[in-house]
């Protein structure tokens, strides 16, 4: 219990840590490079924001499912 919780908060550290993440699509690119430096950061950060809820989801069900398999 004490390894995955470790490393669950490794993983949120790394996750947390990642600063130049390019997390746009090609239309999102180009809309951004308009609007100038600073509405490109909030977009892209917006994006990465929004691309975290389901990947915590996931990972909260595959960690009960793993949780409850383990036996």
Do not use: D
Request: proline share 3%.
């Amino acid at each position: 219990m004490k390894r995955a919780f470790v490393r669950l908060v490794c993983m949120g550290v790394l996750l947390v840590c990642t600063i130049n993440l390019a997390a746009q699509c090609s239309i999102c690119t180009k809309t951004a490079q308009q609007m100038g430096e600073a509405p490109a950061k909030a977009l892209n950060t917006g994006i990465l924001y929004l691309a975290l809820v389901p990947f915590a989801a996931m990972g909260v069900i595959m960690y009960r499912w793993w949780k409850s398999h383990r036996s």
